[in-house]
């Protein structure tokens, strides 16, 4: 977008859930750029820091400020949407949503092309008024995101969120003089448990607000076609999100739910198992099967089983490649594999007949916007290192551990996610990382959000589990955590 009057341009590739007053038919980036023009009237030097301090949501951008002669640009807090730069030439900077080559050069198949991830939490300036062609990098300025303890100076940019507290809550009473078997499996019984009530009914209050404020602004599409869909391993985290949704669409309205499985080459024609039988295809049948008879019985939850054989994967495997660089390891590619082939979103579309699940006919993704499930491991305990932490050194060792992965969250993988589930056209959208549910979970006492003396499938994610359970989901609400690409 360009302002003809300033000759300002601003490029915007991201949503806003809160900070600034959208309705359904309005063009977000256009109000955004509107509010920056008339703040930057008020005050030319911040205007930047004091406009995204109040907006809330995924987001990239790049902003030029034609009379001062300045380059603005930054990715959200968290990390949320890709945005690249490539500083490998003396006298330019690149800046892109995705690698690619520069000047009909092709991407080196062994390096990342000189690409590399911007750092989340800084909004970057750079005075092109000040810079030279022998010194275009010098002129940089950093405006860093702090949390409010840390904002000593008083600047603009503090994280909507504090801190994961360390603190953990009284002894549970249950737990330590009731319960002497810590791998019994009923999770029910902590409905009794006063302690606990508050976190679960603040938990779920937290994630529907989230959940709302990203769904309801998507467009109707007509009569029977989902507007938006879910990454669906059937764990915890996807399903209570579903169940969730369930509360908050119209009671007609078809969600999609995208389950991946790829060809296990170590199954053999000659076994009766199918080459497709892994567990997450199996939890995503039983999630679903628990969705249609336990939550939403009228609502038509479609899901897409996505098949993908070994030649497919070697067929686009240097298509996703490109998409992830930056991110270069095995890991990534495994992952980025998965998210690629769900978000595409072309399968199986499964129906019950009588008490038998039968594949009913090849399906097309139609729900332009998916939820997913990220963000939930790195606050509520998930990861099989929060347990190791426990292991080491308790409660205290533990909460430093959480602490540091939610600190990390912006670091991590979420640029490559997006650079992968946009290439489908598709947007990401994940209520676990709202910035309310981030807030309200690193408030809540540790032990009110894990319990690592309960085995796996219990102690982690605790709290998610039981209000899963109070939702209704007596069984996807002790599943063990695996990893998306299995």
């Not at 890709?82 to 900077?93: A, C, E, F, G, I």
């Not at 769904?215 to 009569?223: E, L, N």
């Not at 669906?232 to 999609?256: K, M, N, W």
């Not at 008879?293 to 009228?298: A, C, E, H, V």
Request: glycine letters at 8%; hydrophobic letters at 40%.
């Amino acid at each position: 977008m360009e302002d003809t009057e300033s000759g300002d341009i601003f490029c915007w590739n991201g949503e806003i859930f809160d900070g600034l007053e959208v309705d359904s038919n309005d063009n977000d980036g256009a109000l955004l750029f509107d509010l920056l023009l008339r703040t930057k009237a008020e005050d030319p030097t911040e205007f930047i820091a004091r406009v995204f301090s109040k907006i809330e949501g995924p987001y990239a951008f790049v902003y030029f400020d034609r009379e001062q002669r300045r380059l603005w640009f930054s990715r959200d807090y968290l990390g949320r949407r890709s945005l690249l730069v490539n500083k490998s030439r003396p006298d330019t900077l690149f800046i892109s949503s995705v690698a690619c080559s520069i000047e009909g050069e092709e991407l080196p198949v062994e390096d990342n092309g000189g690409w590399v991830e911007l750092a989340a939490q800084v909004i970057y300036c750079m005075d092109l008024g000040l810079s030279t062609s022998a010194e275009l990098f010098g002129s940089f300025t950093e405006y860093a995101w702090s949390y409010s303890e840390e904002n000593k100076a008083g600047g603009y940019l503090t994280l909507p969120f504090g801190q994961v507290t360390l603190v953990t809550g009284d002894a549970d009473p249950v737990v330590s003089d009731t319960l002497t078997d810590y791998r019994l499996e009923d999770l029910a019984q902590f409905q009794h448990i006063d302690a606990w009530q508050p976190y679960i009914d603040g938990l779920e209050e937290a994630l529907t607000r989230a959940i709302r404020a990203r769904v309801m602004s998507i467009p109707d599409r007509g009569a029977g076609v989902p507007r938006v869909g879910i990454l669906f391993s059937g764990g915890v985290d996807c399903i209570t999100i579903a169940a969730l949704l369930a509360r908050i669409l119209p009671p007609e309205e078809p969600v999609e739910l995208f389950n991946v499985a790829f060809e296990n080459p170590r199954q053999t024609s000659s076994t009766k198992q199918n080459i497709y039988d892994v567990p997450d295809r199996n939890t995503g049948r039983s999630g679903w099967l628990e969705l249609c008879t336990k939550i939403d019985t009228q609502r038509d939850w479609r899901l897409v089983e996505v098949d993908v054989p070994y030649g497919l994967v070697q067929e686009y495997q240097a298509h996703i490649r490109q998409l992830l660089e930056p991110s270069a390891t095995v890991m990534d590619m495994s992952i980025g594999m998965a998210l690629w082939f769900a978000s595409r979103g072309e399968g199986w579309l499964i129906k019950r007949s009588g008490s038998s699940i039968e594949r009913q006919e090849e399906y097309h993704g139609m729900a332009r916007v998916l939820l997913l499930g990220m963000g939930a491991d790195e606050q509520l305990g998930g990861y099989s290192r929060h347990r190791s932490a426990w292991d080491r050194g308790g409660e205290l060792e533990l909460g430093r551990e959480i602490r540091l992965d939610v600190q990390r969250i912006a670091t991590r993988n979420l640029g490559r996610d997006d650079r992968v589930v946009s290439d489908n056209g598709k947007e990401s959208r994940y209520p676990f990382l709202a910035a309310s549910v981030v807030g309200y979970l690193s408030a809540v006492p540790l032990n009110r959000k894990m319990d690592m003396r309960y085995p796996r499938g219990i102690g982690e994610k605790l709290l998610l589990r039981l209000l899963a359970h109070q939702l209704g989901l007596t069984q996807a609400c002790l599943l063990a955590k695996r990893a998306i690409q299995f």
